[in-house]
């Protein structure tokens, strides 16, 4: 679904590295949108004082010290929600109901947060849209 592209962005080498990995790729044949959707990465930007990539969309890391692994994470995410056609919801469910059930076997269930003074619980879920249409059918309140 995603192809990431971590560089050593100290090495003497690393635009022709990169240069390198995408004729790979290319060679590979793969789908168009696959090549479209590579996420560049810069790691090692401790070693570089104020480093700022200067390729388009390329995220700056530093996986020692763990700065920008948040906001790769995230792209990271984006992306492949998007790839597969998936959203992440929260969702109010009734606890005496099938609701919660459901959505484990049609989805995935990432947080369920349990109000107990009405029965209820916010779920957070990762679910695509033919899935939730179905759980909107089923489940219209």
Request: aromatic share 2%; net charge neutral.
């Given at each position: 679904?995603?192809?990431v592209h971590v560089r050593d962005i100290t090495h003497p080498e690393t635009v022709l590295q990169k240069a390198t990995v995408l004729?790979?790729?290319?060679?590979?044949?793969l789908p168009s949108?696959?090549?479209d959707s590579?996420?560049?990465?810069?790691?090692?930007?401790?070693?570089?004082?104020?480093?700022?990539?200067?390729e388009e969309n390329a995220?700056?890391?530093?996986?020692l010290h763990g700065h920008g692994l948040e906001e790769l994470k995230e792209?990271?995410?984006k992306k492949i929600l998007t790839v597969t056609g998936k959203k992440i919801l929260t969702v109010n469910v009734n606890l005496e109901g099938p609701q919660l059930s459901w959505l484990y076997?049609?989805?995935t269930v990432q947080e369920v947060e349990v109000m107990p003074e009405d029965g209820?619980?916010?779920?957070?879920?990762?679910?695509?849209?033919?899935a939730f249409g179905k759980y909107k059918h089923l489940f219209p309140n």
């Open positions: 679904d995603l192809i004729s790979v790729l290319k060679n590979l044949n949108h696959l090549l590579v996420v560049e990465v810069h790691n090692k930007v401790d070693l570089i004082e104020r480093y700022k990539p200067t995220l700056a890391i530093s996986a792209e990271i995410e076997k049609e989805a209820t619980a916010r779920v957070k879920v990762i679910i695509g849209n033919s």
